[in-house]
């Protein structure tokens, strides 16, 4: 089977990582460049030891991030896919380049995640870099957006937590079973989802054996958030979002109070609520390969999709209360991150769409 | 000072261990019993091997749980304090025989804290073993029943979650700032929180790298939290709660999210509307011991609190969608349990009420 | 491809968990049944939600552990691996009657590690309940018996601690670089060591935040590495070896202390035996596929080995104390575990002896 | 009763915190100066939340480091202590100038361990600041050192591994029951140990799931170490010392590999030398109020000493090898740093030795 040249722009991040690793052992890949500033001059088998045994990892070394120095590692452009794991800001500066040589890209950064470069200005700080690029980047969330994304050359790989938000309520709000204005998601996030920064924060010492918020009330992936579920309700939607900081390494567990868009007074209108839900579930992501509809009495567990490409869905309709539960657990760097970009990968390559990533 | 004699019947679990440490180290009180079925023979520093080098903890074995023993023991009864850190249902067993005695109870169990034995059935699925005495005892939540608790000889503690919840929700309820059928409870609790079973899910490698939620949707604790928000608010109050299980020891985070009773338009709305907030949680807790409202951008996390007596609270009002969001975090076994009582019992004894607990 | 069938008996802890898991991707294997008292009734993805997207852990259900249950389940057993995933003393029961039948036997526990029924008995307490196996398995530590491993049908495969102390020292014994009589093995290990117990030892808050040595000094896994460092070293040793419990998952780092044979006086004796040391190591590891001699500064580490079968080796010469220290670091599941299992089921088989282990 | 004034310089890392929370609940010693580079400007409550509600916490802000800022602070200076919790090389500079001044100096870092300023430079790389200071200062380790620290105005207070190495060996040098040569000390730290610095190696992730070993084999804390093994067994003593690092917040285990000087060959030889040892370290530590021997088959946990000045010691006579397995636990930031440093300001100040410790 031929394989794809791949490059890694910031390969030495944590969402980086996750590339190497899934891309190292994925079937039809080869990862012809992978750059980082801090890493230049080690090989990948030296900076990320766990990879050390694996032939490519032993020879290919870290270059400089720059234009030239990508393109000419991955040769035959057309052939060729570069994944941006780069700050916000900084990836647009790649993009734009990149694309004009007919690379095509998968960006991890929020730079073409939004439509608009003004809610881009209002939850990043600063003008969007290449606001001309924003029509053409698809939205690489393949539940919602495969056909797009198959046709794509240019994908923009969501955020962890949006994808722990997006997938359990996209299919409700499409169906008309949720009220849009009742939208409260509560995350807990483990450690890497801050990112590889060296700061007191993220030290061993904070985060063990401590909980806390953070981004309170107005955290940045609100943005491409309210986005989607706009698109799904047709209406523009305000959502109540609380990010957690919890001591794990991977996983985002996602706990969502909806509103049912149906007055649910007698046991008759409960349980028809209930099969809708379910059946609305089951159309949606019934045959999904990456998205888990537990049943019974399972309720999602991070420790259960570590390390893996799956979602974890449940639902609880509460009879006190009258409202949905919906929980998720993904992993933050797989689905939540880097195996999401592969899965894009896979479409817009024309490979199956699970490759390396089961 | 004269000290008081002190038992603590079910010494060996989790919210034992929290009274055994923190009434050895306290200036008025002498442990004279500790009880516990699978200890009884071992010396308390033999079983909790971090106490071994008090001289009480050297000396004191544990008793088989009886009434008699736990009286001759005591001796003069009239100075003594029992403290019933049992399962529920079994909590009854004792308060019962103990009070005819005269000896003043802490319990820390369940089953005196709800007024209703209807309520108590539906919720813990068995009669309740002594309804006749439901309505001698004082719900021990000092920031609430102060007065009562100092006059009081049968305290019955609040639990984890509730301390949790109605420290941040009364005073908004009693003020008329929030709608009591808004309330949204999103908790986060160490493993601590399930007691010392030796069952499976709490096993360290089932903990660790793990969160989830449990108990959807319909957790014991929303009993009494709905009799006491009731009374608050003046109104029936159905919350909706989640307990979610994090690998942490000992603390909670609890995320609160409310809906203002006044509409809030303008800028001037939501700033008139914080003043009342605020002013609501200075008037209320201003001059408490063990409640610290956060000021500036400082939010509530379990490790500034663990091994204390203290509650955090903090609040946001979202401009966005004119929802307020409150954050607590205690130790669950501290301000959760064990120190709580503790509090109650400097209540009713007439010490300082934060003797052994700064 | 044609797939080998495989039967798991003692499938739901810790071990039979992680043969599930290589087994489930492994190209030339179909698990055909799993057994457990406990799951009986339940599907493997009931069980293990981790895994309930695979076709098999969705159609697959535990049975109860009987040979002609697992017999039948397998059909052909010529073409058919065991794996015993049993507590010592209950996988005998099942090695002898499957030999008979002729299934190949891959057993994880400690009952045919040892040659001598008489050090079986005096480490484990009570007869060797089948020790006319004795002789019949071969010890399956592949990088030591890799030929005997292909040839055989019985493999008793190693302990997590013995693998981390034999591989690192038995290359320096079998060249008499080290003194036999000089070992000191100081190993920690992650909590799935001590198995899915429900046992108050290793729940989640009795662990957490807690180091502690156990078994000091007589722990059985002595027996096994004794008799192989006797084997390697032509004369009988007595090595010193102190397990400790860390609050990790998964892992293993083995810390050896070593006398050099050599007295070293000079730099030039130094660095000549550092060569030794060196060359010993490449000589015995340098075309093996799972172990990875460390070079320059780094030093083992277990986060860079879990969930691979992967075991990291370094060493230093200490010029203060002219001794030979050596460091390890594994997975206790993977190549402590399952994963070297499957390395010796791909042998036996005639398979990639990495297939479904990279 | 008569408070002294307390300064502690560098106060915002986690030995200055630990000094902190120590001292601020010290019923002799009122906290008066705490400097800080990082925190100048802000009050003690503000950078640690966890000390919020302390009187003194909420007042008192930190100020830069600089001698007459932390003199003209205590006022009285016959009356104060200084407390350095500064980086080596740096804690010189201000010991020399407020000696000068008349301030008593207790001293966290390695500047004054050392008596010789050719091992200073050997082990810290640098000449030592004021060697002429180095004959004025006492060792803080009250269990070796008791009446020395009494009389004197100058403190070294030890390092974490030193203490839980030297406890445990020195009354068996002194009693010539060990073998100097024989030293192996294998130790396991708590993150804590690495200080609050913010370094990729350090952070949650990983340190999370991940043990390995650092400084191997030649870390700086074997100077101190070795000095005073020199000084208890009359003879130069080079010792074998592996620092691991494992995640936990705070506690240090150290397992020490000792060869006892007599020969035991009879099971009476074992049980006169088993006599011997535990003589010895009854008659050294039978009275000492921070040291616990432990009995029966209980074994060092550093949660039994977490947040306490204690350390846990037991020992098992090997009857294989015949070598003496000795093993300690304490908490790297109270009995290894600023708990012992406080057990010395109570000796110098003539205090109980264990005020506020307890």
Known sequence: MTKVNIAIVGASGYSGEELVRLLLAHPRARIACVTSRQSAGQTLGQFFPRFASHPTARKLGFSEPNVDTICSALGDRGASVVFLALPHGVAA???????ERGARIIDLSADFRLKSAVVYKEFYGHDHPAPELL???????????REQIKKSNFVASPGCYPTSILLPTVPLLRAGLIKPTSIIADSLSGVSGAGRKAEPDYLF??????VRAYGVP?????SEIEQELR???GV????QFTPHLIPINRGIL??????????LRTEADFSAYATSVQQCYVNAYGNEPF??????????DTKNVERTNFIEIAWRLDARTGRLIVLSAEDNLTKGAAGQAVQCMNLLCGFEETAGLL
């Open 93 to 99: 500066e790649f993009a734009k380049p990149l694309l």
């Open 135 to 145: 029509a053409r980047s698809v939205y690489g969330l393949p539940e919602m957006y």
């Open 205 to 210: 010492v904070e985060c063990n054996e401590s």
């Open 218 to 222: 107005k955290h940045r992936h609100l």
């Open 231 to 233: 698109i799904a309700a």
């Open 236 to 239: 523009p939607v305000t959502i």
């Open 254 to 263: 996602t706990t969502l109070y909806l509103a049912p868009t149906r007055e």
């Open 291 to 300: 998205v888990r509809l537990l049943e019974g009495k399972a309720l999602p």
